[in-house]
């Protein structure tokens, strides 16, 4: 194989995009279901927001803000506890993934 090949794959590996997490995948692993219900419409109680449907920037916002402290009422402070355990890129996964669920 030519050098120059060689070289340019190796340079062009350490450029590949990552992959990313499948938002179910995430709902499921992060614990979202436990409190949100298995198909994000039936929380656990009537407090607890219904998540399917969405708007993702809407609920990539609020889990940022919750994650970051900005957001701090209600029951935030349940979340508050488990975002520290998910990603920027997993909460845009997430928020995306939620906004998809009809």
């Known amino acids: 194989m030519n050098i120059k090949l060689i070289?340019?794959?190796?340079?062009?590996?350490?450029?590949?995009?990552?992959?990313?997490?499948?938002g179910k995948a995430l709902y499921l692993e992060k614990t979202c279901i436990a409190c949100h219900g298995k198909d994000a419409k039936k929380p656990l109680t009537p407090e607890y927001p219904k998540l399917a449907g969405q708007n993702a920037k809407y609920a990539e916002k609020q889990m940022q803000d919750i994650k970051s402290g900005a957001r701090a009422n209600g029951n935030s402070a349940a979340m508050k506890g488990v975002m520290h355990l998910v990603s920027d890129e997993e909460i845009k996964q997430l928020a995306k993934y939620l906004s998809e669920i009809k």
Do not use: E, N
């Open 7 to 22: 070289l340019a794959l190796a340079a062009t590996a350490g450029f590949a995009a990552p992959v990313l997490a499948d």
